[in-house]
């Protein structure tokens, strides 16, 4: 998936901790579940893409850091494994490369679907987000 579902669902896992460490953590768990998802990825080299994506990863992290004291580090969590692949990528190592392709699903689903899960996916996170502070 690309950095916005990653950035919520580690904001939406960052609930569930009581420190950012903790969140952290949650925020990491939660991409190596969603990564099961089916879902189709851009090209890393589709800079225009990648910087439409952080941007907003970062603009509703920091809306949401407002309401949840712990989700900004819970959404660096959820984008962490992919900020490391391409850190390896460009450096030439394979530390975690090897275990973060083994945990993406084999099934490539169609462009629509692929841009429909991770919308749906979103759409879910957010409303999960804005409701109730527990």
């Known amino acids: 998936m ?3 579902p990653h950035a919520l669902a580690g904001a939406f896992a960052s609930r569930l ?4 460490r903790g969140a952290l953590v ?3 768990i939660s991409h190596l579940a ?3 998802i089916p879902h189709t990825d851009y090209a890393l080299d589709n800079r225009a893409a990648m910087f439409a994506d952080l941007a907003a990863a ?7 850091a407002r309401r949840h004291r712990l989700a900004a580090s819970g959404a660096l969590g959820g984008v962490l494994p992919d900020v490391m692949v391409v850190a390896e990528l460009r450096a030439g190592l394979r530390v975690t490369l090897p275990l973060h392709h083994a945990n993406h699903t084999s099934i490539e689903p169609p462009v629509v679907v692929g841009v429909f899960t991770q919308l ?3 759409a879910l996170l957010i409303t999960g987000l804005v409701g109730p502070v527990r």
């Open 2 to 4: 690309v950095a916005t």
């Open 26 to 28: 949650a925020g990491v």
């Open 17 to 20: 901790a009581r420190t950012p």
């Open 120 to 122: 749906a996916t979103a």
């Open 34 to 36: 969603l990564d099961r």
């Open 58 to 64: 970062t603009l509703v992290t920091a809306l949401l």
